[in-house]
């Protein structure tokens, strides 16, 4: 007589913003079918399942090294017959922020950007258009229902785990490059240098085992947020004395 057991394995993604009912109702369901499944949780924030880690083992995926993504990038480069420079496959790793998704992500976008590479070859991040577009959107109009969209746009980029500071330099390029006013332009960069200085000191603070990763990237997002209604907020301002100033002239000539 044979006696076959057969298990199941189930993941879950994103199990840390489930809410704290959901979180024990699979915590109940645990200790009443423990034998029958494998459960898996994956997530970025394992403080918030405190109900689960009496029940489950708690293992941390440390970020790749350099060195392994410089290694699955030159794997990659191998299987699709495309020529990687070390160097290259060097610049890409370090702009990607030790995240290994973006960085291939990167590699794809500055591919199909140019090929072959050249040593001078610009490193794209593969969001171009994306933020190209908030920056579009963020001159042609200002009010809170776009501030709304363009929340949504960024949280996208949070789904991803794309680098803020990647995200916030390349959006403040992109609406210098809208502007042509230099005051505008000027106006722009002090704000950026500003909330720069912002988030930098907010890192150097929050050194430590008490801050997490995802915490400090909330808090960057923050900023880009902030940043982006005070530049809506004064654009539109500035915008709004043109055109009286305008008016007014067409009305002296008259």
């Given at each position: 007589?044979?006696?076959?057991?057969?298990?199941?394995?189930?993941?879950?993604?994103?199990?840390?913003?489930?809410?704290?009912?959901?979180?024990?109702?699979?915590?109940?369901?645990?200790?009443?079918?423990?034998?029958?499944?494998?459960?898996?949780?994956?997530?970025?924030?394992?403080?918030?399942?405190?109900?689960?880690?009496?029940?489950?083992?708690?293992?941390?995926?440390?970020?790749?090294?350099?060195?392994?993504?410089?290694?699955?990038?030159?794997?990659?480069?191998?299987?699709?017959?495309?020529?990687?420079?070390?160097?290259?496959?060097?610049?890409?790793?370090?702009?990607?922020?030790?995240?290994?998704?973006?960085?291939?992500?990167?590699?794809?976008?500055?591919?199909?950007?140019?090929?072959?590479?050249?040593?001078?070859?610009?490193?794209?991040?593969?969001?171009?258009?994306?933020?190209?577009?908030?920056?579009?959107?963020?001159?042609?109009?200002?009010?809170?229902k776009l501030l709304y969209i363009i929340r949504g746009k960024l949280q996208n980029l949070v789904e991803h785990d794309v680098s803020p500071e990647l995200i916030f330099q390349s959006l403040?390029?992109?609406?210098?490059?809208?502007?042509?006013?230099?005051?505008?332009?000027?106006?722009?960069?002090?704000?950026?240098?500003?909330?720069?200085?912002?988030?930098?000191?907010?890192?150097?603070?929050?050194?430590?085992?008490?801050?997490?990763?995802?915490?400090?990237?909330?808090?960057?997002?923050?900023?880009?947020?902030?940043?982006?209604?005070?530049?809506?907020?004064?654009?539109?301002?500035?915008?709004?004395?043109?055109?009286?100033?305008?008016?007014?002239?067409?009305?002296?000539?008259?």
């Amino acid at each position: 007589m044979y006696i076959i057991y057969v298990t199941t394995a189930i993941i879950f993604y994103g199990v840390d913003k489930l809410s704290s009912d959901a979180i024990l109702y699979i915590k109940w369901l645990l200790e009443r079918y423990n034998v029958c499944n494998k459960i898996f949780f994956c997530c970025s924030d394992a403080s918030k399942l405190q109900a689960l880690k009496t029940t489950c083992t708690v293992v941390q995926l440390l970020p790749p090294s350099r060195t392994e993504i410089i290694k699955v990038l030159k794997l990659i480069a191998d299987k699709e017959e495309i020529d990687l420079p070390d160097k290259l496959a060097e610049k890409i790793t370090d702009a990607s922020k030790k995240n290994l998704r973006q960085a291939i992500r990167s590699f794809e976008a500055t591919w199909l950007k140019h090929y072959p590479f050249t040593e001078d070859q610009v490193i794209l991040n593969g969001w171009e258009d994306d933020i190209a577009n908030i920056a579009k959107n963020m001159i042609e109009e200002q009010g809170p229902k776009l501030l709304y969209i363009i929340r949504g746009k960024l949280q996208n980029l949070v789904e991803h785990d794309v680098s803020p500071e990647l995200i916030f330099q390349s959006l403040a390029e992109e609406v210098m490059k809208r502007l042509d006013d230099e005051t505008f332009k000027s106006r722009v960069h002090n704000l950026y240098a500003e909330y720069s200085r912002i988030d930098e000191s907010y890192l150097e603070s929050s050194k430590g085992p008490a801050h997490t990763r995802k915490s400090t990237n909330a808090q960057q997002y923050m900023r880009i947020e902030e940043f982006i209604a005070k530049f809506m907020s004064y654009y539109k301002t500035e915008a709004t004395k043109i055109m009286q100033q305008e008016n007014e002239s067409r009305n002296s000539e008259i």
